[in-house]
């Protein structure tokens, strides 16, 4: 089972940009696709980025455009580039495997906070 530690959240105002990193306990070349997800207070967690290469990847709409993910397989870790964030990002960033719709790995790791306010 492999384990995920997410940082880089913080304050940052509208119009801001923030890195998120996901570094994995171990070695995540055979994990096909991995996902960045978010969870806002008294909402349903969601996908909002998916990897499996740089030339196959997947935005939710409402993030696509302004975010990018990346990994970096040797690392052991995923990147999510926030760009041009706006009120509505702000949630607690988790990353996973993504193994299918409504489908991700069994452990969830602490997440990062992110918060886009004025």
């Known amino acids: 089972q492999v384990h995920f530690v997410e940082s880089g959240g913080g304050l940052v105002q509208p119009g801001g940009s923030l890195r998120l990193s996901c570094v994995a306990s171990?070695?995540?070349?055979?994990?096909?696709?991995m996902g960045w997800y978010r969870q806002a207070p008294g909402k349903q967690r969601e996908l909002v980025a998916r990897?499996?290469?740089?030339?196959?990847?997947n935005y939710a709409d409402s993030v696509k455009g302004r975010f990018t993910i990346s990994r970096d397989n040797a690392k052991n870790t995923v990147y999510l580039q926030m760009n041009s964030l706006k009120p509505e990002d702000t949630a607690v960033y988790y990353c996973?495997?993504?193994?299918?719709?409504?489908?991700?790995?069994?452990?969830w790791g602490q997440g990062t906070q992110v918060t886009v306010s004025s």
């Open positions: 171990g070695n995540i070349f055979n994990i096909y696709a």
């Open positions: 990897i499996i290469s740089s030339s196959r990847t």
């Open positions: 996973n495997e993504h193994l299918g719709v409504g489908v991700a790995g069994g452990y």
